[in-house]
């Protein structure tokens, strides 16, 4: 099994990103984070984790990003 075969639960997607599972709730609701599952309970891909942090890399603290992010 690769990398991109594994799934996270929100914790251990939390743990990953290096922030809590209530912020992943928060963005789950509001929209804006990582793609999930709801397969027996929320899941993450790791594939999609990778995307969604690559997404968020900045080159600078006034670089905002593409829309929405």
Not at 23 to 42: E, H, V
């Amino acid at each position: 099994m690769n990398d991109q075969d594994v799934w996270h639960d929100p914790i251990s997607a939390a743990g990953f990103l290096d922030t809590t599972p209530a912020y992943l709730a928060k963005l789950r609701w509001q929209g804006g984070g990582p793609p999930f599952y709801r397969l027996s309970g929320i899941r993450y891909r790791q594939r999609d984790l990778d995307a969604w942090r690559e997404s968020r890399r900045r080159t600078s603290t006034s670089d905002r990003g593409g829309v929405g992010a």
